[in-house]
């Protein structure tokens, strides 16, 4: 049984990290970290958990969590994993941090983007991107894995293959994205109150989304060049999930668009033998509920003949597959199990 | 492998059957029955399925179904199970009716609240209301399950015990109820537009819910007598869950009120040992997230000194243990397995 | 023109006097007093003023906000404005009380359920309650209004005519009232998150809410009696809204329950005449919609023929009739202007 | 005092109409039509204007209707105010169309993308498109107004300076919008269900939206050629609202973007004295709730120097500006009335 321990375990991506692993058969939470909460039941938290989980809440002391687990979860703000991990822990445990800590490997980039002094930069080379369908083998070997970000996971795998195969110029895509609410966090803010983000749906970070330098790293290296993208995110008055629009201009071949049947075998060559990647039937486009709950990203696209641009459209639930679900798949790809342990999670539509 | 057949696969509750048994050891749905959308794929009405269901939807025949399962669950309007049922098919199958056809033991108070002929009143008598904590014995044995309504559920299991016990006058009960939407089916009615029911709540039914007779009756056999109650359902604008809040006359002894620790050790006795039955701790009340997606009903109650009355509350997820997880739940105990196979579902909160 | 200062003005309710103060023929506001957003723009704070008010926020100084106005609302926190008012400013301005200082007329009661000390007890006996139908001519003489809560002002207005006509048992009285959020207020708490609130519904102040005294006073003096009630509030995934479902045993008159048409005529005698009352036709119910957004209360009934109980049911916009519109009819009463001004709001039900 | 007549009253348009009638002071609702409810009570429809309006629901006949009244809104499908108008009709009342019948000038182009047949294509030619602020002179003199689209009425004037201005290169436009539910109208569909909709958000008629086309004549009549764009709209949970994302690459002068300050003064010079049209202060970003239940379109913008692109953001509620607020704009210039009559609606953002 894989021991299990959890930062930042009464945020939202936290607390689905302790859902999740509820049904894992070889893993179990032994640390619920949550400095906010400390010597409190994590059920008085969440009363889901009532007569479920009946650990009290515990510190974020990351040097006597290494001596007590295998794999620690950091589901934390920005600054918080690079801040306290070492080489002396690093050689105990595993980290999966869910923060961007570790993402971008440019230190320059992320200083700029996050506006925070990087506290750990000599492990940025050697955390891997924890992309599972993508860097899957990298993930292997891994001692410190930086779960990607809920947006870009969904922007870059909607666009990955396509991107790869040099289907789409790179310089014209625009990613416009919404967001379920749970993607802003647990913190008291008044944005984020029931009346103010009822019955309303409005752009955020426009031009500036700390998301945009990490989804321009991940297909950069797709593409074999820079990219500079657009990407905008809105938030959308419902719990979970986010929907990616992806727009983008398709490369001709002897003055002809791709066709649909092309853009398909793309996708197919890709994640034909993904788990968690669906790609939709012609005509079917993603709906966040069809992935609420899940590990699923459900893909779609259509070829607009009269621009000449796609419009492929990515789906996923911001906590599963843009956070605690990809962080418990990087978990069983680094302890050699089954990658869908725990992760036959059946979307729940309604 | 128990071999289920499901009549009314499209609407909620026999879609919720169909997610539940997906995680179900020993039991696999082999007949999606659905007359709207025969030889559609079911993943094609419900997108969430893609990829996990391929079956397409076949038609309502209970004598080819009864040849082909163990088990059918009939998840479909009043009368049609009362329509198709018949001693040759109960011969050969276990019956879990998530209609109202057989909840009722006078068949003359069944036509006068729901308004149709019974059309197989001789199977009533032998029906079993599956009402699992209350009933386990009966259903062990039984051929042909009611399945219990969504608010009765609730409504019942929160005040059982204390009218059991002599604790609450049974004639100062009243059941003031709220309920999600999904409660309403899926049929394409204006009132149950988005835009109908988004942002506003109303009492409907009132005095005149069809579930009134269904907790009288199992209600009046724990009171020992007849009971007449007021019953108040409410529509709230979300997908799950039902809130119940009733109201009654605690009966003193010598003069005395009973105390909070007389009625918790009568909840105690008995749904102490019931895995799906939290008796929450004093002061905390039910919420419907603390139970959503899951099988548990979650009770509290507080006394009021200044009115000699007790509030109790319950809630429930009305798909859960309102239909689909009770309705697996008997299935677990027609065929001895473990009552809660398939029925670990932790609830999600958010 | 009545010059009009809000104490208050960024919270829900003030922000209301607001939008319909800027409907009224005879009123403007002149002072937007705000504690928290002093010397910023109120447009900053609600983008939907921008181009409207132009005015910056003011702080609370009721002193110097005599000499400006005419008329002071105080939307803010119990405790405030007792702690403001005195008799100079009384002598200058005219105040209508939002919070619930100067309700209660038995000090010790306000002490105990708000748990916080008075600080002006010499001005409750002068103040007047504001429910408008039931004190009007009282309101007219008045310096100092008591505004009636959001919960109390839809649960009294509901059973008052029954009680005062003697048609229902007042010791029978339960209401049970649901709210939309916007009533928990603008305070940035966990609790009020929009991803902790929708979708769910829950039960609070159960037995103890502070509303309870309120309701009682007021209905006691309908009833020519002490009265001691039951009210539970609840809270539902809604912005705006309330409905309050009464219950109570009916009075028998040689035996008989009074009829449907009797009771029609009670309600009809105390508000056949009132432009924001409606008495709904027989078998329709209140849903919080038909009022949203309008100073209208709606209310129905239905008597239960096999209980020999009523059940009454009302529904207001708690912002409008139940916090700012009925400050405003207040307002309109105390300087003798059209009941109606700003206030013929067409409910928008969607 | 304009007598007007409604023809679809009980659509979520037409209901709209008459609530802003309600308060306007020189036109009143003399017949409101409704196909599906006639002789049945307008407010047993639509509850919120019980006690309001009194009239009973009265046919489609434009023949009789047209003696009776002086304006005509036809607020049904496509092709029923086609197939009703005539030259004599027209002759004596003007006529307002919210449907999309004359709104395309080429009526090939209406007949491809509506897959109907035109059946008044001589009317298109002198039908004006009533967008106000674009075209308030030819409206005033106009007996046949198309009254725009709701994704068209902010899609066009979110980006119509800068075009017009020639800031923006007409062939990279992509609009990316998002509206509420009211938008699907109140038509007895499943896929618009409560259950269906809430808690997630889809795409829908990628790259074949009938709005397109209109979108793309009027910029085109602005750019002063022929545009094709990109338009995907999506439906997120909530009941009004439109909120416009759009890109497109800036057109750089000596080698330079144009600057925040150059596009602010492009849309000061076309909206700079409109009441209607509020453009925000710098890194505002519209929020639909802003613009809620009035006629307010708020625009926003953004420029990436990164990207060389420009993101514009615009607002509306779907319902007024969007539809039933820009009918009566045009009905005001019609009749020479002051534009904003019965249109000074505050915005109500909670």
């Not at 410190?144 to 310089?171: F, H, M, Q, R, W």
Request: charged content about 25%; proline content about 4%.
């Amino acid at each position: 049984m894989i021991k299990v321990g959890i930062i930042g375990a009464t945020g939202y991506a936290g607390a689905e990290i302790a859902r999740i692993l509820l049904g894992h058969p070889d893993a179990e939470v032994v640390w619920y970290g949550s400095r906010s909460y400390i010597d409190q039941e994590f059920s008085s938290v969440y009363g889901n958990f009532f007569n479920i989980v009946d650990d009290k809440c515990l510190d974020d002391n990351m040097e006597e969590l290494a001596d007590k687990v295998d794999v620690i979860f950091t589901a934390t703000p920005q600054g918080l994993c690079a801040s306290l991990v070492n080489e002396s822990i690093l050689g105990k445990v595993k980290i999966i941090d869910l923060s961007a800590d570790f993402r971008l490997k440019d230190v320059a980039v992320y200083e700029k983007w996050y506006k925070i002094e990087h506290k750990a930069p000599q492990f940025i080379e050697e955390a891997v991107y924890g992309l599972c369908e993508i860097n899957r083998d990298k993930i292997k070997k891994a001692r410190l894995v930086a779960n990607p970000g809920c947006y870009t996971t969904c922007s870059i795998l909607t666009a990955y293959p396509l991107i790869k195969e040099g289907l789409i110029d790179p310089d014209t895509l625009i990613v416009d994205a919404l967001s379920g609410v749970t993607g802003a966090g647990r913190g008291a803010k008044v944005a984020n109150l029931y009346c103010e983000v009822n019955e309303s749906c409005k752009p955020y970070g426009v031009a500036n989304h700390r998301h945009t330098p990490e989804i321009e790293e991940q297909l950069g290296y797709a593409a074999g060049k820079e990219m500079v993208i657009n990407f905008t995110p809105h938030l959308v008055p419902m719990n979970r999930g986010i929907l990616a629009t992806e727009y983008a201009s398709l490369v001709k071949k002897d003055g002809k668009l791709p066709t649909a049947e092309e853009i398909s075998k793309a996708y197919e060559k890709y994640y034909g033998n993904e788990t968690f990647i669906r790609i939709l039937k012609d005509g079917i486009y993603p709906e966040t509920r069809w992935v609420q709950g899940s590990n699923f990203v459900d893909i779609g696209f259509k070829i607009d003949e009269r621009t000449g641009r796609i419009i492929m459209m990515g789906a996923i639930d911001n906590l599963v597959k843009g956070a605690a679900g990809q962080a418990v798949q990087n978990m069983n790809i680094l302890f050699g199990l089954d990658e869908t342990a725990g992760l036959k999670l059946v979307p729940r539509c309604f």
